[in-house]
């Protein structure tokens, strides 16, 4: 990292009132989001230098970002982080992450050429996404869509395909009653029509009888 060999550095692995940073031992983030990680300092160490370093190895570990011994907050590329002396915390946000950011990392804070750090395990998940699929339009897919369509609006807790299927077997059964309707009214149209007393014109008729 980038200090001199001279300093002394005190290795802290992991979380502990012992010495004067502490932070969590491990934070998770999402793919393409951003995580915060939040460590904390001693009574008297407010207003010195905290940063934030990357590498398994202490002795060797990048400085990515350090505080200017003010609460102003420091940006650069991807990580910035900000210090609330009041509070005797400091915040280190990392945003668009990548899953190449999963690694070791080092809460840091100096006084006087002695150094302290609280490593902190950092995992990258994969981001969930929703990208839209294409399909191809085939005669049963054509089909299932229009069925669904017909479907959508009934009440709440109805069975669209329960109710599907109830339509089709009702109307299964329907129709032979329809047409058996239709043949019945024929043959009776057609009696009717054989029994009708046929009627000569009215001149034929007086014809006849004078």
Known sequence: MW????????????SS??????????????????LSVQC??????ENHSKWWC?????????ILIQTTGSEQEVKKDRV??????????????MEALRRGDADTYWCGIERAGTSYGVHVEVTIYPATTNLPTVRTITPSLMFTLETTEK??????GTNTSTFTRSLLSSMHF???VFLKLLLL?????????????????RGETEAAWS
């Open 17 to 34: 009132n012992a010495y004067p940073v502490t932070g969590p031992a491990r934070v998770s983030g999402l793919e393409r989001g951003s």
């Open 151 to 156: 479907t959508v609006n009934h009440p709440p």
């Open 185 to 201: 009214l024929g043959l009776l149209s057609a009696v009717l029509w054989v029994n009708w007393p046929l009627r000569a014109p």
């Open 40 to 45: 904390h300092c001693d009574h008297g160490w």
């Open 80 to 93: 910035s982080i900000r210090d609330d002396q009041e509070n005797r915390t400091f915040t280190v946000t």
């Open 54 to 62: 990357r590498g398994a190895d202490w002795a060797s570990c990048i």
């Open 174 to 176: 329907l129709l032979p």
């Open 3 to 14: 200090l001199p060999p001279a300093l002394l550095l005190l290795v802290l692995p992991g």
